[in-house]
T-cell receptor, first 109, second 116 residues
Framework: RKEVEQDPGPFNVPEGATVAFNCTYS??????FFWYRQDCRKEPKLLMS???SGNEDGRFTAQLNRASQYISLLIRDSKLSDSATYLC??????????FGGGTRLMVKP | EPEVTQTPSHQVTQMGQEVILRCVPI?????FYWYRQILGQKVEFLVS????????KSEIFDDQFSVERPDGSNFTLKIRSTKLEDSAMYFC??????????????FGPGTRLTVL
């Protein structure tokens, strides 16, 4: 079983749509959780950390369900500039980031 | 805004040759990392480095790999005898705080290594 699993997509959505991505992780001892964004042939960039209480940053909302080992990302009012690959990332005991394979989002006009 | 820088942006080498990839982490950061991403695959952890020694490494980071902080600013990854399967994008990252805290890792733009 992969440590961090994501639907690779692509998710093709029109501008203004709401889109949700999910991620599951296998290690129940995982400690920190993140969503990163990666544009084609570029470096991963932190989008947001994910907390058990849920957190929101503008149009982006992240949720963590530790019991189900499940992380979600909701993007409201999608923009063309949101087109990218979204990476679900966890850490375990150390600082090593464990990446999922990413979910590709394409926002169309 | 401070950022991680990496050189070169693209390195082409012959199989069996040694390569050194260079990184300049953000100046007040204490932890340094190397990750790699083979084309079309996920980002994979290689090694983390703190206080002039390796703190964690993955199974990928075998004897052909080494890391060094030769001076106060550079952090290098050396691959001693490159193989075709070493072709990948290599990302350097750095973070400010220590283990157990919310330690955001900031990534450099990457070095694309092509082994022929």
């Amino acid at each position: 079983r992969k440590e961090v699993e994501q639907d690779p997509g692509p998710f093709n959505v029109p501008e203004g749509a709401t889109v949700a991505f999910n991620c599951t992780y296998s290690n129940s001892a995982s400690q920190s959780f993140f969503w990163y964004r990666q544009d084609c042939r570029k470096e991963p960039k932190l989008l947001m950390s994910v907390y058990s209480s849920g957190n929101e940053d503008g149009r982006f909302t992240a949720q963590l369900n530790r019991a189900s080992q499940y992380i979600s990302l909701l993007i409201r009012d999608s923009k063309l500039s949101d087109s990218a690959t979204y990476l679900c990332v966890v850490t375990n005991a150390g600082n090593m980031l464990t990446f999922g394979g990413g979910t590709r989002l394409m926002v169309k006009p | 805004e401070p950022e991680v820088t990496q050189t070169p942006s693209h390195q082409v080498t012959q199989m069996g040759q040694e390569v050194i990839l260079r990184c300049v982490p953000i100046s007040n950061h204490l932890y340094f990392y190397w990750y790699r991403q083979i084309l079309g695959q996920k980002v994979e952890f290689l090694v983390s480095f703190y206080n002039n020694e390796i703190s964690e490494k993955s199974e990928i980071f075998d004897d052909q790999f080494s890391v060094e902080r030769p001076d106060g600013s550079n952090f290098t990854l050396k691959i001693r005898s490159t193989k075709l399967e070493d072709s990948a994008m290599y990302f350097c990252a750095s973070s400010e705080v220590m283990r157990g805290s919310t330690d955001t890792q900031y990534f450099g733009p990457g070095t694309r290594l092509t082994v022929l």
